[in-house]
């Protein structure tokens, strides 16, 4: 039956939730049952593009991620694949009548990973747009269960919310996509040598006031899916307060994360805000 594959297929997308991020997949924990799974879908999908220009190498990338969005397009259409998470994936996109564009920007910004690219404002501001803004607009549209008004609405608030995350996200992962792969995201740098404290203190800046004005839109958001978004919100902001306390040589030389202890400190702190409505 294909209601059985369907099964499957939503727990091969809660498994690879679980096995690349835990903290992402405990604030998946915390939404309404009835969306959770579309979410994991989501995350699923992004994460195998995002491997297979991250991780794969020694493999014919530009091949691999072709063949990939075409299997996407192709799941879409027919509203089935045999890739498990292909599978799960088509199954919210049609649910929620995800718009297919927000699908091509996120391939689009893959491809750019796969040449080393000098960033101008325009490049990187088109890289997040299609790394991390609509990806939380897809999301975005699970959590407002396909209501078009409120997609709308809220829709602003989740691109800031999404920036904000990226560029924290291109911060703490330095010392590995500058390291390891040769990358650095930020415009008119060129090379590490080129991120100056003054550039940091900017990046800085900008995250901040995008992280004041999506909490406008965190508090507008139907309540099944609020405290999951706010324990995500609540942890990047804190590893923003850690990543402003190091400079481009610490960052450079290690992956800033928040431990264990602060996490479970910060969903406590988050879930009786929540509770008590003192969001």
């Known amino acids: 039956m294909k209601s059985l594959f369907d099964e499957l297929s939503r727990g091969a997308s809660v498994s690879v939730t679980k096995t690349y991020s835990t903290s992402f997949y405990k604030s998946v924990s915390t939404l309404d049952e009835k969306i959770r799974d579309d979410v994991h879908a989501i995350y699923g999908m992004v994460r195998f593009a995002d491997e297979i220009v991250d991780s794969f190498h020694g493999y014919e990338k530009k091949e691999l991620l072709a063949e990939f969005k075409a299997d996407t397009y192709k799941a879409i259409d027919r509203g089935i694949s045999l890739n498990a998470v292909l599978n799960s994936f088509q199954l919210a996109v049609n649910r929620y009548q995800i718009d297919r564009d927000l699908i091509e920007k996120f391939f689009r910004s893959m491809e750019m990973d796969l040449n080393p690219i000098e960033y101008t404002q325009e490049l990187y501001e088109e890289y997040i747009l299609g790394s991390a803004e609509v ?44 390291g390891a792969l040769g990358r650095i ?26 992280f004041l004005e999506a909490y406008k839109g965190v508090i507008l958001l139907p309540r099944s899916s609020r405290f999951g978004v706010y ?16 400079t481009v040589q610490d960052l450079m030389s290690q992956r800033i994360r928040i431990s264990n202890y602060s996490k479970y400190y910060l969903y406590v702190k988050s879930y009786l805000r929540h509770s008590f409505n003192a969001l």
């Open 135 to 178: 990806v939380g607009l897809m999301c975005l549209k699970i959590f407002v269960y396909g209501e078009e008004a409120e997609y709308q609405k809220l829709k602003p608030y989740a691109m800031k919310l999404g920036s904000a995350f990226q560029k924290i996200n291109f911060l703490r992962d330095l010392k590995d996509d500058w």
């Open 185 to 210: 995201y930020f415009p008119n740098v060129g090379d590490i040598e080129g991120l100056t404290l003054e550039n940091k203190w900017c990046i800085e800046k900008e995250i901040e006031q995008e």
């Open 231 to 246: 324990v995500a919100y609540t942890y990047y902001y804190n590893l923003l307060k850690k990543i402003k306390a190091k």
